[in-house]
């Protein structure tokens, strides 16, 4: 049975490629729908000239998403307010690429974006677990460690137990200790934290709340 917690679950799943955190607790998901198997989701993001490949993607990640709940027959994601909500629109809820929806850009253009935020995502999660002292990457635990295993993955990177336990964003083993290493990391946390606290208080101005869902 599809429910409305069900549904913010899959949706937790979904992460903005730039920031790094799920659209629920940036407030991304303006309300939820069930009606049987049929979802309907909306989005809005902080303004309405966000770029229209961090929108797309995020669209076609939560359409996926909910496709992927047992009992699910009908999605339908719907991007609020933003200046090229109907093309995406029309494209994920048909199933359709970047490329069907911006004729010109090309699929590859899109999934280097996706890798190009994805290693700075890693090296930021990576700073937050540098009090430790592991000998391997199965010595990590925590949320952090967690989300620092799936971004490897995605990437192609090493994320099992016996693994180097931190990597450069190319996935070079790297010390603990380099002290290069430490300042990049620390340097992509503080970008993405001050970019997500300037998110959501666009967020708050544009729509008067912060999350709505």
């Given at each position: 049975?599809?429910?409305?917690?069900?549904?913010?679950?899959?949706?937790?799943?979904?992460?903005?490629?730039?920031?790094?955190?799920?659209?629920?607790?940036?407030?991304?998901?303006?309300?939820?729908?069930?009606?049987?198997?049929?979802?309907?989701?909306?989005?809005?993001?902080?303004?309405?000239?966000?770029?229209?490949?961090?929108?797309?993607?995020?669209?076609?990640?939560?359409?996926?998403?909910?496709?992927?709940?047992?009992?699910?027959?009908?999605?339908?994601?719907?991007?609020?307010?933003?200046?090229?909500?109907?093309?995406?629109?029309?494209?994920?809820?048909?199933?359709?690429?970047?490329?069907?929806?911006?004729?010109?850009?090309?699929?590859?253009?899109?999934?280097?974006?996706?890798?190009?935020?994805?290693?700075?995502?890693?090296?930021?999660?990576?700073?937050?677990?540098?009090?430790?002292?592991?000998?391997?990457l199965g010595d990590l635990h925590g949320p952090e460690a967690d989300r620092c295993r799936e971004l490897r993955?995605?990437?192609?990177?090493?994320?099992?137990?016996?693994?180097?336990?931190?990597?450069?964003?190319?996935?070079?083993?790297?010390?603990?200790?380099?002290?290069?290493?430490?300042?990049?990391?620390?340097?992509?946390?503080?970008?993405?934290?001050?970019?997500?606290?300037?998110?959501?208080?666009?967020?708050?101005?544009?729509?008067?709340?912060?999350?709505?869902?």
């Amino acid at each position: 049975m599809i429910t409305r917690p069900r549904v913010l679950e899959a949706l937790g799943t979904v992460y903005d490629p730039e920031l790094d955190e799920p659209i629920t607790t940036l407030g991304f998901v303006g309300s939820v729908a069930v009606d049987g198997g049929s979802v309907a989701v909306r989005l809005r993001l902080p303004t309405p000239q966000c770029a229209p490949n961090f929108a797309f993607l995020m669209a076609a990640d939560a359409s996926r998403a909910l496709w992927r709940l047992e009992g699910v027959t009908s999605v339908d994601v719907v991007l609020e307010d933003h200046y090229t909500g109907a093309e995406i629109n029309a494209t994920v809820n048909a199933g359709g690429s970047f490329s069907d929806a911006f004729p010109g850009e090309t699929r590859g253009e899109l999934d280097a974006l996706r890798a190009l935020f994805q290693r700075k995502a890693l090296l930021a999660r990576q700073s937050r677990l540098l009090s430790e002292v592991p000998r391997r990457l199965g010595d990590l635990h925590g949320p952090e460690a967690d989300r620092c295993r799936e971004l490897r993955r995605a990437l192609g990177i090493d994320a099992s137990d016996e693994a180097a336990p931190f990597v450069t964003g190319d996935g070079v083993p790297v010390d603990a200790t380099d002290v290069r290493f430490r300042r990049m990391a620390s340097m992509t946390a503080l970008s993405l934290e001050t970019n997500g606290h300037l998110c959501r208080d666009l967020l708050r101005v544009r729509y008067g709340e912060e999350a709505a869902a």
